[in-house]
């Protein structure tokens, strides 16, 4: 199954999709709109495109494990969004995922206006990754 990933953001919201057999995630890219209501459109028209069957949303849930504003925020996209759709869409925690990003731009010596282009797109590959890894171990 096809899996879109979303790590939404007020400005910028990066995308990455599963190959079918769930095993690669691949960046689909960033999606500059600070809008929500046509993020979510530009959103659900990038799944269907994608062919993707479910969608995750990062949920960044604060490191002592409670939810904030910004939880609050990427919630409402979520429910948003699965009015658009077809198919599923389900949170996932994204604790650390943006910090993740970050190191390995670091490591790649990605700086500067192309960092702030693809950092989304990272973040967004990384919930993907773990979101696949978690099904993978909890398969029955």
């Known amino acids: 199954?096809?899996?879109l990933a979303v790590d939404y953001g007020d400005a910028r919201t990066g995308l990455a999709i599963s190959d079918n057999s769930e095993f690669l995630?691949?960046?689909v890219g960033t999606v500059p709109e600070r809008n929500a209501q046509r993020l979510a459109h530009k959103v659900?028209?990038?799944a269907k495109e994608q062919g993707?069957?479910?969608i995750v949303v990062g949920l960044p849930i604060n490191m002592n494990g409670t939810?904030?504003?910004r939880a609050e925020k990427c919630e409402e996209f979520a429910k948003m969004l699965a009015e658009l759709?077809?198919?599923p869409v389900e949170m996932w925690d994204e604790r650390s995922t943006t910090v993740t990003a970050h190191?390995?731009?670091n490591t790649t010596n990605v700086r500067g206006k192309a960092r702030k282009?693809?950092?989304?797109?990272?973040a967004a590959t990384i919930i993907l990754e773990s979101y696949l890894d978690h099904r993978r171990k909890n398969k029955t």
């Open 44 to 46: 659900a028209d990038t």
């Open 25 to 27: 995630a691949s960046p």
């Open 85 to 87: 759709v077809d198919c």
């Open 52 to 54: 993707a069957q479910l």
């Open 117 to 122: 282009a693809v950092v989304d797109t990272v």
């Open 1 to 3: 199954m096809k899996i």
């Open 103 to 105: 190191n390995i731009l």
């Open 67 to 69: 939810r904030g504003p």
